[in-house]
């Protein structure tokens, strides 16, 4: 199964991702994740990325194109994935296109998960202090908010328009969301 997740920073798309690794045995993949641990090993990528993550801003698609590439090809990523926080535009939606196409591995669908601003910015509020990672902090936060309006929001019509997207609500509790999903998902296969 291989499948995109979709949905605003706080939406709940990370921990939904982690459930249905588990429910579906394909890897959970986020350029979040990714991105967080280059930071941490002080990689070439983490000293790059620290600074343009902490401004809540994106990084440069052909970067983002390169680690993806390498990571959908890694042995485990054979029997499908769940892509979280890629792609964040246009540009990434249609390069991802072109690289499943590629590797003859296209997508099976988009789901995006609904949430209204106003629970999305208590949940990030939550998650910087259990979590306390340097991109939740309101600034930031608010910056992150404004590049999903603009840049990722218009990802979920593109695969509207490829017949690919399903939407969830994203609100009531986490097994409530992930019911949703994997109905979503069963009915996917079904058609
Ligand atoms: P996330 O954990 O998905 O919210 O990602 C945290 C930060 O990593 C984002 O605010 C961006 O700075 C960066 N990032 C993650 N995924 C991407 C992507 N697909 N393209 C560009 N930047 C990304």
Redo the contacts with the bound molecule.
């Keep these: 199964m291989r499948i995109v997740l979709l949905g605003a920073?706080g939406s709940g798309?990370?921990t939904q991702a982690a459930i249905l690794t588990e429910r579906l045995g394909v890897p959970h993949i986020?350029?979040?994740?990714l991105?967080?641990a280059a930071v941490e090993a002080g990689t070439e990528l983490g000293r790059k990325?620290k600074s343009?993550?902490d401004r809540?801003?994106?990084?440069?698609?052909d970067i983002?194109l390169d680690l993806?590439e390498e990571r959908l090809q890694a042995p485990d990523a054979k029997p499908g994935f769940i892509l979280?926080?890629?792609?964040?535009?246009l540009s990434?939606a249609a390069s991802l296109d072109g690289l499943l196409d590629r590797l003859d591995k296209p997508l099976d669908i988009a789901i995006q998960i609904d949430v209204d601003a106003e629970q999305v910015i208590r949940r990030i509020a939550k998650r910087a202090e259990k979590e306390a990672r340097s991109?939740d902090s309101e600034e930031t936060v608010r910056k992150?908010m404004q590049?999903y309006e603009e840049q990722t929001a218009p990802v979920v019509d593109h695969y509207a328009r490829n017949g690919l997207l399903t939407q969830v609500l994203g609100e009531g509790s986490i097994e409530d969301v992930n019911q949703r999903i994997m109905a979503a998902l069963k009915a996917d296969s079904i058609d």
Excluded at 56 to 61: A, I, N, Q, S
Excluded at 84 to 89: A, E, L, M, T, V
């Design positions: 920073p798309k990370g986020s350029t979040g994740v991105l967080r990325a343009i993550m809540g801003e994106l990084l440069p698609d983002m993806i979280d926080g890629y792609p964040r535009n990434q991109d992150r590049v």
